[in-house]
């Protein structure tokens, strides 16, 4: 989309795109509200300040939205689809990242009650593996904040995968 058009699209259509990026109810509305932006560069400074003020709350309403790594994605809508990019390295990963993966997830889930959240997109299955086993040994409320940037930065992926300000017929 370009940032003409979600400049002026609707209060509705306008969150539905912000939606994707990171399903935080106050934040979309802020992030909405704060049209017209003069660049993608302004959106996405806007939107990451906003993201640094993310509360735990904020953090679990967000993750119904995003599936397990190396988890089969399954759906048809904008946040599926976007989740299948992301982990489209996972697709080729070695069986032994798959399942060292796979049982790191589920002791994740066990030690912090909330699913792993990593920005995946630009990582190897080696380097999530290696992420995941390292917050392992975190204390939750560093976990916490952890996961909190993570979020963030997918958020701010998305944003920029999806709204661009480069002339109309070249994005």
Do not use: C, K
Request: no cysteine; glycine share 8%; charged share 25%.
């Amino acid at each position: 989309m370009h940032l003409t058009a979600f400049n002026a699209a609707s209060p509705a259509d306008a969150a539905g795109v912000v939606r994707v990026w990171a399903d935080i109810p106050g934040w979309v509305d802020a992030v909405v509200a704060g049209r017209p932006y003069a660049d993608v560069d302004a959106l996405a400074a806007y939107a990451g300040d906003l993201a640094a003020t993310w509360s735990p709350a904020d953090l679990e309403q967000a993750l119904h939205a995003h599936p397990r790594i190396g988890a089969r994605v399954s759906g048809e809508n904008a946040e599926a689809a976007a989740s299948r990019r992301e982990q489209a390295a996972m697709t080729t990963a070695a069986d032994d990242d798959v399942a060292a993966i796979a049982a790191g997830n589920a002791a994740y889930e066990e030690r912090f009650g909330r699913v792993f959240l990593i920005r995946a997109a630009g990582r190897t299955p080696g380097e999530i593996r290696a992420e995941l086993e390292r917050r392992l040994t975190n204390d939750p409320d560093a976990e916490t904040l952890e996961a909190t940037r993570q979020l963030a930065e997918i958020a701010l992926l998305r944003l920029r995968g999806s709204v661009t300000d480069a002339p109309e017929g070249t994005e």
